[in-house]
């Protein structure tokens, strides 16, 4: 990617189609393995989390937040329904797309519908050491409830919890 790339030239779309599902594993088990030393246990638990997902699919109260750029995917988050709660998962994207906005823009369109359906509270999981998505998360009001170590996705690594109060917030 020769020129820096602005917002402006990348769609989000909420609509999944075909390939999504298997590129966005693609993209986990790529990147993390890459930066993060993660395993093949990892894609394999993106992979089964994606399932289980779409088995269960219901747009009314769930979204898929699909980042492209010249027809390709380079960013993606999802928002799973837990009842009274969401789940922010599978948040993810290209390294040549980071630092222009991206993450910002899209942890802003999952609170809005966060919101707009009701949620009283909001929950994610990650791994410590990835600094940039802990300081976004704080950013948006998630504060870190439960740290646990782990060998779950090849390595050793500790995994956080952080959480989003939402029912005392008007």
Known sequence: MPTKVTLEQITIRTELKAGDIGYVIYMHGHF????HGFG?????????????????????????WVCEHEGRIIGF??????GTAAQLR???????YRGIGLGKLLMELFMEFLKEKGYTSCYLMTTRGLLAAAALYHRFGFKLTQETPSNAFGKPVVEQRYELDLSAKS
């Open 32 to 35: 993390y393995g890459r930066e």
């Open 40 to 64: 093949i246990l990892f894609e394999t638990y993106v992979a089964q989390g994606l399932y289980e997902f779409y088995q269960h699919y219901n747009p009314e109260r769930e979204r898929a």
């Open 77 to 82: 988050l999802l928002l799973v329904d837990r």
């Open 90 to 96: 599978y948040f993810v994207i290209h390294p040549n």
